[in-house]
């Protein structure tokens, strides 16, 4: 059995998630596929071994704060408000490799 720690599971896990949000912006998946990997997101996530003692780093905080937001805005608010796109063009940006990490992201885990 391989023990997948906590930075495993989000470097694993961030390109992914980044994936699918372009992939529904440019209208290559519907919602539901993006919904359907958040299911299963959180049920691999159950299954990892963690500490509330132990920091979040920045990468994961982005992550949390970006799957939390794609599974609570329904699909039209997704594509169609700017300010929201913005800020969540910012976290895929984040995940991707860019160095600017958005001060505006407070999330954390489930």
């Known amino acids: 059995m391989v023990l997948v720690t906590v930075d495993h599971f989000i470097e694993s896990k961030a390109p992914q998630l980044a994936y699918y949000v372009r992939a529904f912006w440019e209208g290559r998946i519907p919602y539901a596929e993006v919904d359907l990997y958040f299911w299963d997101v959180m049920e691999e996530w159950a299954q990892i071994p963690t500490s509330s003692h132990e920091p979040a780093s920045p990468k994961e905080r982005v992550f949390w ?3 939390h937001q ?3 805005w329904d699909a039209k608010k997704l594509l ?4 929201l796109h913005s800020e969540l063009q910012v976290c895929v940006d984040f995940l991707e490799g860019a160095k600017e990490f958005p001060l505006d992201c407070v999330g954390v885990r489930p």
């Open 65 to 67: 704060h970006l799957l």
């Open 70 to 72: 794609l599974h609570f």
């Open 80 to 83: 169609d408000d700017p300010y």
